[in-house]
């Protein structure tokens, strides 16, 4: 009869038992993880908007250079009632405008017909800007991208006669002073042309009306060119 008991004087083979490891992760170090990621597409997302400011880096447009057989027009003012009327005018003929206007006085909804006439790509760009701006440099680059004029019409100017008796002040800023900056920046950039408009207070009171070509020059008590 075979013995199948182990008597207790046979010693008993070490065995190694394998302890499974379980690891789990840190959320200290998911955390970090997590933080570089962000911190990396924060820089990535800053460098590409540096560039995009950067003047060198910036793609042209229809509107930053000069084409055979298109003249393109800086209209200021371009928002008002006569402004928007000349840059329709410019479009209908084909013209390239840019219109600039701070819309302390003009219509921003005039400018937006004006869009929705003329969709096709280099034919109208609105800038809201003032001129007065210094830092806004409508013919160069800075803030503004920047623009190929061919020519300028000036309508930014305010026009109340009676307004400009309380507030001359304003009037000689946004008058004469926008204006020489207008000036002074088409010189730098060669800009030769310019269409500047007038006010109807030249005339003073007219005899009859409509006022025409040929209604001689009567100015009123006070009147500044607008």
């Known amino acids: 009869m075979l013995n199948f008991a182990r008597g207790r004087s046979q010693a008993r083979p070490n065995r190694s038992m394998p302890i499974a490891v379980m690891e789990y992760a840190d959320p200290k170090r998911k955390s970090n993880m997590f933080g570089k990621l962000l911190m990396a597409a ?10 995009k400011l950067s003047p ?3 793609t042209p447009t229809h509107f930053s250079r000069h084409e055979k057989g298109v003249t393109h027009v800086l209209v200021t003012g371009g928002a008002g009632y006569i402004g928007s009327h000349a840059a329709l005018r410019l479009l ?30 280099g034919r109208l760009q609105f800038i809201y800007a003032d001129l007065g ?6 013919l160069g680059r800075q803030n503004i991208s920047e623009n190929a004029f061919d020519a300028v ?18 009037y000689y800023h946004n008058i004469t002073s926008n204006t ?33 070509e040929e209604t001689p020059q009567a100015s009123c008590k006070t009147w500044f060119n607008a």
Do not use: W
Request: glycine share 6%; proline share 6%; charged share 20%.
């Open 56 to 58: 060198s880096f910036r």
């Open 133 to 138: 701006d210094p830092n806004a440099r409508i």
């Open 180 to 212: 020489l900056m207008v000036l002074k920046s088409m010189a730098a950039h060669g800009v030769g042309t310019l269409i500047y408009s007038s006010t109807c207070a030249t005339y003073g009171e007219p005899e009859k009306m409509p006022i025409t």
């Open 92 to 121: 209908k003929e084909s013209y390239r405008v840019t219109i600039v206007d701070n819309l302390s006085r003009g219509n921003i909804g005039a400018v937006k017909v004006l869009q929705e006439l003329f969709p096709e790509p």
């Open 42 to 51: 924060a820089l990535t997302a800053l460098c590409i908007i540096m560039l």
């Open 153 to 170: 019409m000036h309508f930014a100017a305010v026009a109340y006669v009676g307004e400009s008796t309380t507030d001359p002040l304003k």
